[in-house]
């Protein structure tokens, strides 16, 4: 790493940990604990490759510390200013966790806001040291912390939707009778190329698969009358983009045209409801009534969005029942869609950012269905 | 899915449901709990995507079910041949977890096997619904079985191993001096793709970079005098492979060659240690004692091979404590290294299958080191 960066990352490292244990303070944790992913990654702007050697960061009132396997231990002390505690593959990290926890909670733990997405292994020998700290979910802390964007952040994510606006058109572009849905899809991964951005997801579901919300995409030969469902998302620059649109080949199956206008406007109706202030849980009211009181409630068999940022799934997360308060700064998706078994489904999903007097949306592609002739 | 290769999963699912409560039987465990993952795969012959919404699959002594999101029931149910309980994004998985549990373990579990890999947020909420039972990690059941490898795994790894030493050999042909360890890796992916298989990870570690084990691949120019480990592996066909082998540019640096020298004798004295009936800690110490009484014992900072099926690294992990005992059919590494500090590293890696008599090698690429002119 050239100095320079090295630099940048380190400053910022001690404004995130500064923020970080504002947070603590205010939740009373006195320990949060992060495993190598997107929560460290905030924190130290970067993190180990994640496997089976458990290595933690611990972030205590006053000082941090990590504990890493000695196989990687030159590496991260390259890239990063946290006193470590190295444990061999001949000894396990049981002890080096167990210094590290003495430096950093020297009284003892009495809450510790553990991250959520920890292997059980590494998660249940840390609380097995804390028996008698409260748990939590770092979620709570870093988590918090991450739903807002700063704007670096908002730029990146930007640029990565550019990207992937133009991931969309090269598969709109390969989309006619006779292709297959793999092939769509090597036609978006192709896009993707260009623009140095590898695909991390690529959903091509034609016809009755559409009703899958989660499809693999696979080997059907995509026929006229079809409707094809696209879920595409790239990683550009260390952030991820993710959007849906709908393609028809050729023209509409029968009754499309009415149910796509059901979606669009529950994602319109999701849009106006979302402000800084109003709960998750009234942008995903806003859109699941517009489908319900069109009669395909029971189609919508998802949340209408989730936060998008170092992690295309991360808080906030619009569901039915989130109490979550949104403000100015997040990045959420509004996706609603419906799914009628054996004939189609639909799918509309922007990425927004929230702005004072509602959300922007950082993709320029329209979001009518694409006719491939 | 075609109907046939369903009926191959789920048939192949029941062989290795019975093996599974076979070991649960002997080793008093009541429920099995797996996330989605190489666990879940290697009795499902596939998993779901793993995200942040709950999934399980829960495995009792009679019978078994998954809990799974709605979002991905309907793909999940065409794929697999299990009792499903579907929770929603507004209710969350805890009631969903509950009624699995009943139907899975209605007196309630004794002994729980739960997937060391699980996220911690799904792990918490399994365990806080089974207060009484005593917890164990799947390395015990699910793991232990996955060691030893059939024929058809033994075919997918050899084939594996193969296309990797073609993409090594793709690397060996991009070295000289001037080029990047960037542009070294990314010739060793286009081999990777020339042979329909995605690189899983590719370390170009040069020159003193090399002395980093889990160096991250860069800019650094190679130099003539250099020695360049290469780590490579890729997935082909659902399956792994995991190789390394030096290079030379131009010349060797000074005092490379008797080092090198040592780092073989180390394999092969591995390789001589490995016999069926042995335990995992003989064949590291076998390679860790070469290396010490050469003098570099401070320098080979990690164990010497792990286990390789579904995962590139997964048990046995041999170990200077491990005690597993090594049985025919098992697949590992033996990858002993020296990492001198702003010097060099060399690391050479085998992976062999062990027969009755010792190791059967998987590549069919020399481990002399490469001399780029």
Redesign the interface.
């Known amino acids: 790493m050239c100095p320079d960066k090295r630099k940048v990352i380190v400053t910022q490292t001690h404004t995130r940990l500064a923020a970080l244990r504002a947070i603590m303070q205010q939740t009373g944790t006195t320990l949060t604990a992060l495993a190598p992913g997107a929560h460290m990654h905030w924190v130290l702007g970067y993190h180990?490759?994640p496997?089976?050697r458990s290595t933690y960061l611990l972030v205590g009132p006053e000082s941090a510390a990590m504990v890493v396997?000695?196989?990687?231990?030159?590496?991260i002390g390259?890239r990063v200013d946290v006193p470590m505690h190295v444990w061999?593959?001949?000894?396990?990290p049981s002890a080096a966790l167990g210094s590290a926890l003495v430096a950093v909670v020297p009284a003892g733990a009495v809450r510790v806001s553990?991250?959520?997405?920890?292997?059980?292994?590494a998660?249940?020998l840390l609380l097995d040291q804390l028996p008698a700290a409260e748990?939590s979910?770092a979620t709570e802390t870093v988590g918090a912390l991450r739903m807002r964007k700063d704007d670096a952040e908002f730029s990146a994510l930007k640029a990565a939707a550019l990207v992937a606006d133009h991931a969309m058109r090269a598969g709109f572009a390969a989309l006619r009778p006779g292709q297959t849905e793999r092939q769509v899809a090597d036609a978006i991964r192709a896009g993707f190329a260009q623009k140095n951005t590898p695909s991390a997801f690529c959903l091509v579901a034609s016809g009755p698969n559409g009703?899958?919300?989660?499809?693999?995409t696979g080997e059907r030969v995509l026929q006229t009358g079809d409707a094809v469902v696209i879920d595409i998302g790239g990683t550009t620059g260390g952030f991820p983009s993710d959007m849906t649109r709908m393609a028809i080949v050729g023209h509409a199956p029968e009754g499309y045209d009415a149910v796509h206008a059901v979606v669009e406007r529950a994602v319109q109706a999701a849009m106006a409801a979302a402000r800084p202030g109003v709960a998750a849980q009234a942008v995903d009211k806003a859109a699941r009534d517009v489908i319900t009181q069109a009669g395909y409630g029971e189609y919508f068999?998802?949340?209408t969005g989730h936060g998008l940022g170092l992690e295309v799934?991360?808080p906030p997360?619009l569901?039915?029942?989130s109490e979550t308060v949104l403000q100015e700064g997040m990045v959420f998706s509004i996706e609603p869609g419906i799914?009628i078994?054996g004939r189609f489904g639909i799918r509309l999903e922007e990425i927004v950012i929230l702005r004072k007097d509602g959300p922007e949306i950082l993709s320029s592609l329209p979001r009518t269905a694409f006719v491939a002739a």
């Open positions: 180990p490759h496997d089976e396997p000695s196989v990687n231990a030159q590496d390259s061999t593959d001949e000894d396990g553990l991250d959520e997405t920890m292997r059980a292994d998660a249940l748990r979910f009703a899958y919300p989660h499809h693999s068999v998802h949340r799934h991360e997360y569901t039915a029942t799914y078994p």
